[in-house]
Each structure stands twice: as structure tokens, then as C-alpha cells.
């Protein structure tokens, strides 16, 4: 049985379609008028966002501590851009501050049935997805942050030292694959979870190992935090999340002679998005390709930061223009155009990340 490229590509911002994206709140008690007002004040900021179609809020009838909201995105890169940039985070942090926890969910919208959908109108950009997508029921996340100059042989060792956390969260979510690089003084960790993410991150914080490795790096960070205090540690994670907008993967299960690798790319400002959408399209030009090296490539993008995590069969310099991306006529000097420094052949491989751990889950746990 063939399996299409449609099939291999089991998470995509960059096919057009709509998104829905749904957020869940259980207020503090006695906030939920305030947190109205601060609804209000946001909705109203981002009617003029572009790609932004509609918004509702919808309060629970059986119990008024639960809230949820919805909006209707043009694009998922519309709503990405918005939602990852320093404004978004001050914009809803009167939300934050008025809840128990936080939910977030986002949906590329495959049908629209009824008649309130017959009779819409809606902006001739926003389209549908195609296909229902194929995947094994993984998500893919990453952080990233910055370490003082200098401290990096000591960040590395304690980020390297501490143990595994339970792989297990729940009777519906498990930790499967938690990888971390550093490229120069930054840092990157990619997580693979199956199930319910933000339960998984709250697991993992949770971890008495964990948290002591965080307690650790602390002096080092170039942006101070304090994880005594929800609402730092919930606007430090909140601007370290770098989502993954483009996952692909070969059909046939994972070898061991594939390698785990990371590609930090310095996109030229207000180039990250558009420097994200050109690897997506290399790395499904790649598939394409049977005696492509790359067996899965997931990318990861937030404003100007771009980082690539490949799975690779043998050495990255059997073919070097797959690996980074450059493959095919000119497209080095396009990784140019929108990079900061030199891509290409030559210089790509300046932009590989160190490997500090790559910890995968037993098969039970």
C-alpha cells in the first residue's frame, strides 16, 4: 500500500485552511466579573487583528467557574503570528491572572454544516481543509530560552544530569520523547507527548527532579523568573513556547541507525513565518524522494526563531543539502535571503545544535 504525501504530513499551519482555536478556563472564585471586563476589552483589541473572523465566549451553565472561549481564524498563521507576539501576552494576561487553569485548543476546520453555515458569508482567504490528516496520535511542542554568556558548559551539565520524570501521566496521556540541544547560549527542548500536552507539561513541572534542575539554571537565564509565582512562571513558559507548525514523517517504522539532530535557523527579522513555510515545502519535496536521509522533520517557529528537529539515516554529510534544507536550484540563496547569516551548503552546518539529552519512554510505563 503506497502511502500519499497528504498522508505523511500530519500537521501543517501553511495549507490555507481556517482554524478554530478554543481556550478552556476555570476562574478563581469570585473573578468572574472581572474577568468579563477584561473579555471585553480584549475582544475589541483584536477585531482588528488580521486574519480574525468572530469570537464568542461562553459561559458554563452547570457551573459559572468554567468559561470557554472560541475564535475563527482566516489562517493558522494569522492567528500564530498574533498570539506569539509580546502584545498577545500582555493583552491576556488580565485573562491569566484571573484563572485556576488554562486550556488551549486549535482546530483546522475540515466541514461547516447547517444552515447558519449555508447562509454565512465568509472572507474569500478562508478555505477548508482538504483532507482529514493522518498521525499516530502525537503532539509536538518546544521551549526555548537564553543563558548568560559564559555559562553554557554549566547550563549544559546540569541540563544533562538530572533523572528521567514517569513517562506516565495518566490513564490518557504519556510522555513519549523529550529531547534538548543548545546552540550557543540558547537553549531548545522538544517534547513528544501522547495525549493531553498542557497535562503532560504540568506533569513534568511537577517532577521534584525537574524542578530542582530549573531551581538550578535560574542564576543563568538572561531573563529573570520566578517559578514561586504563578503568573512569572506562567508568562516565562508563555513566551519560551515555540509551537510546531509543520510535521512529516516517512510511513515505515523508525530504525536504529536513525539519528535525532536540530537546526537552529536565525531568520532575518519578520522573516521567521516565511522561512518556516520554505523548509515545510522542502521537507515535502524531500518525501517525494525515496533515498531522501530524512525519515521525519518536525518545525518549529514563534516570531523571528525557526528551529528544525530531523530524524536523519546516516551521517548528515551524505547529503548535506537535504539535511539543511537547501536542495534544488537556488534554494541556498534563498535560505539566504531570509536568514541572518550565510545558509547554504557551507554554512548551514554552523546552525546545527549541540545534543544534550534525547530521552525517550520505555514502551511500558
Known sequence: MTTTLSERVSQSAFDGSMLRVVLLMDLHEGTQQRFFEAYEKLRNDIASVPGHISDQLCQSFENPSQWLITSEWESAPQYLAWVNSEHHAEQVRPLGACARSMRPLKFTVLR???????????????????????????????????????????????????????????????????????????????????????????????QPEVRAVEEAINPYLEVDRDLGDPESARMFFMRAAVPAVHHIAAPEPESAEVQRHAIYYPA??????????????????????????????????????????????????????????????????????????????????????????????????
Open 112 to 206: 461547516e454544516t447547517g444552515r447558519g453555515y449555508d447562509q454565512a458569508s465568509r472572507p474569500s482567504t478562508a478555505r477548508l481543509q482538504a483532507t482529514p490528516r493522518l498521525g499516530a496520535g502525537i503532539v509536538r511542542h518546544a521551549l526555548t530560552f537564553t543563558v548568560k554568556p559564559g555559562s553554557e558548559e554549566d547550563v549544559a551539565a546540569i541540563l544533562s544530569s538530572y533523572a528521567s520524570p514517569a513517562a506516565r501521566v495518566d490513564d490518557h496521556t504519556r510522555l513519549c520523547r523529550t529531547s534538548l540541544f543548545m546552540h550557543g547560549n540558547r537553549v531548545v527542548r522538544t517534547v513528544e507527548v501522547q495525549g493531553d500536552l498542557m497535562a503532560a507539561l504540568r506533569h513534568v513541572s511537577e
Open 268 to 365: 532575518k527579522p519578520g522573516c521567521g513565518q516565511a522561512l518556516a513555510r520554505f523548509l515545510a515545502r522542502q521537507d515535502e519535496a524531500a518525501a517525494r524522494r525515496s533515498t531522501s536521509p530524512v525519515r521525519s522533520s518536525s518545525i518549529f517557529q514563534r516570531d523571528d526563531i525557526v528551529v528544525r528537529l530531523i530524524d536523519v539515516r546516516g551521517p548528515l554529510k551524505a547529503d548535506p543539502e537535504t539535511v539543511y534544507g537547501v536542495s534544488g536550484p537556488r534554494k541556498a540563496a534563498v535560505l539566504d535571503r531570509l536568514t541572518l547569516a550565510p545558509g547554504g551548503r557551507a554554512r548551514s552546518a554552523h546552525h546545527t545544535m549541540n545534543l544534550i539529552t534525547d530521552r525517550r519512554a520505555p514502551a511500558q510505563s
